[in-house]
């Protein structure tokens, strides 16, 4: 059973930073690519960004192209989303996604995951 924890939300000001973290277990976590979604509310999941199984291939939503650094770290795990330079519209609730399907490949698509974390909150003050 695939399982993911994500950590690291908080209460911060504009203009901050914050680092998420996704702790993964239940299978090999190297040969799968990770996303990292967000939802406000009375809003929809939107992506944010996703990295191939390799670290070789990054992707972003614009709205973060920037500002935001995915990466993941194969023998912890985990992957990590760098949050800099934070505005109030980047509040939501963020998720850790993680696909059924293994492969050296990327996807903004909410239904292209299959597993999903609890999410952390992430707050940004005006």
């Known amino acids: 059973q695939v399982q993911l924890e994500e950590s690291g939300g908080g209460l911060v000001q504009t203009g901050g930073s914050l680092r998420l973290s996704c702790a993964a277990s239940g299978r090999t976590f190297s040969i799968y690519p990770m996303g990292w979604f967000r939802q406000a509310p009375g809003k929809e999941r939107e992506f944010v960004a996703a990295i191939s199984w390799s670290t070789s291939n990054t992707y972003y939503a614009d709205s973060v192209k920037g500002r935001f650094t995915i990466s993941r770290d194969n023998a912890k795990n985990t992957v990590y989303l760098q949050m800099n330079s934070l505005k109030p519209e980047d509040t939501a609730v963020y998720y850790c996604?993680?696909?059924?399907?293994?492969?050296?490949?990327?996807?903004?698509?909410?239904?292209?995951?299959?597993?999903w974390g609890q999410g952390t909150q992430v707050t940004v003050s005006s």
């Open positions: 996604a993680a696909p059924y399907r293994r492969g050296n490949w990327i996807h903004d698509r909410v239904n292209a995951y299959d597993y």
